[in-house]
């Protein structure tokens, strides 16, 4: 009896301590993922970011999660583009570097109401000293539209 309980505690530890994959994550809006950072902020109106999420794919690829705040309006999700560009060890990384690889035109996506953006970007550093998002307009870059969102000290 004694073997019984000792194996049906071992088999309910091993599967309690199952890592949880960034889905189930995104279900809960990202709460309690170590790997995310409270941003709530606004570019513009009705288009802002609650949460910042970073899932490490491979050494040179990262999963950018974009919590986006429920005021977000899809129709000014569509209508913009959503750029970004990175200081790593005081250096600049933009797209035009062909460092950073970012998807401008960013879609909208649904995960039990909670709002995301989710693109691949390829950084093959563990520390990024800023990472910026900002808005401009979607078929051509003329000039950044609303305020920039600052992120420092990023470890991935």
């Not at 970073?54 to 000014?76: A, G, H, P, T």
Request: charged share 25%.
């Amino acid at each position: 009896m004694k073997k019984f309980i000792l194996g049906l505690l071992v088999f309910f530890f091993i599967f309690s301590c199952k890592k949880k994959n960034i889905d189930n994550y995104l279900e809960l809006g990202l709460e309690n993922y170590r790997m995310s950072r409270n941003i709530n902020q606004n570019f513009i109106d009705n288009y802002g970011i609650d949460k910042v999420a970073f899932y490490r794919i491979d050494n040179n690829s990262l999963k950018v999660v974009l919590k986006m705040s429920n005021e977000s309006n899809k129709q000014k999700i569509d209508s913009l583009s959503l750029g970004a560009y990175v200081y790593v060890d005081n250096k600049y990384i933009g797209v035009n570097d062909s460092k950073l690889d970012w998807n401008t035109k960013p879609v909208l996506r649904y995960s039990n109401n909670h709002k995301y953006i989710i693109d691949t970007i390829t950084i093959p550093n563990k520390t990024i000293d800023s990472l910026v998002f900002y808005l401009y307009d979607r078929d051509s870059y003329k000039r950044i539209i609303g305020t920039r969102i600052y992120l420092k000290n990023i470890k991935i």
